[in-house]
């Protein structure tokens, strides 16, 4: 079946500098779902992207659907310790919703 | 709060024994997933129902797992003889067709 594979699995970064996590299908998307998991907490819903070549942005979070719906990113900047977590990314192609390990993000002050 | 809800929120059982958590899914919500994750890992798919009817199991999931969704509405995830390896987060979500998942905050199980 579909998979998407997100790369890294891991990321430490210092505070203040950038992070990019980046999901990839070997077949068309129809859309692309992020979550974020904070350490203890739930999965939080972030953001969906429907449109070949879209780019949504909240605040320091910029997420691009690429141009063949088939990859996408999720990038910070100027990460801060509150952006420690674990970051998901979805398709909504199958009616399941299947998780990866996701790519978890560590912020040293 | 018009959120996904889970109860309980922790449970703890003896080996053996079996256990029940509820979920109630944003009302107008028609999908609802089951997951159970572990310490370090991503939810792991469990079952999904559109309404009423349950479209797929996994076929990791053994048959002392059973989830209902009787009205299409809330849902039950049962465990029977529940063993230590079933220890873990147990998440519910819901959404609209093909949209994005909602979570509830979990049933944390541990199995003693």
């Known amino acids: 079946g579909q998979q998407v594979m997100q790369i890294p699995q891991y990321q430490h970064v210092q505070e203040g500098e950038d992070f990019t996590t980046y999901c990839n299908s070997s077949?068309?998307?129809?859309?692309i779902q992020w979550y974020k998991q904070r350490p203890g907490g739930h999965p939080v819903f972030l953001i969906q992207?429907?449109?070949?070549?879209e780019v949504k942005k909240q605040k320091r979070l910029t997420f691009q659907f690429g141009e063949a719906k088939k990859n996408s990113s999720l990038h910070i900047t100027a990460t801060q310790t509150t952006d420690v977590g674990t970051y998901f990314c979805?398709?909504?192609?199958?009616?399941?919703?299947?998780f990866g390990q996701g790519t978890t993000l560590q912020v040293k002050p | 709060d018009t959120g996904v809800s889970q109860d309980p929120r922790h449970k703890i059982t003896k080996r053996g024994q079996n256990v029940t958590f509820r979920c109630d899914p944003i009302?107008?919500?028609?999908?609802l997933y089951w997951y159970r994750q572990t310490l370090g890992q991503g939810p792991e798919f469990l079952t999904y129902?559109?309404?009423?009817?349950?479209?797929?199991k996994s076929r990791l999931l053994s048959d002392r797992f059973s989830a209902e969704r009787p009205k299409g509405s809330f849902s039950t995830l049962e465990i029977q003889r529940t063993e230590q390896g079933d220890s873990a987060m147990y998440l519910c979500?819901?959404?609209?067709?093909?949209?994005?998942?909602?979570f509830g905050q979990g049933t944390r199980l541990t199995v003693v």
């Open positions: 129902f559109q309404n009423e009817a349950q479209l797929e």
């Open positions: 979805n398709s909504g192609n199958t009616g399941k919703l299947i």
């Open positions: 009302s107008e919500h028609n999908r």
């Open positions: 979500a819901s959404s609209p067709s093909r949209g994005p998942a909602f």
């Open positions: 077949t068309t998307l129809s859309n």
């Open positions: 992207l429907v449109k070949s070549g």
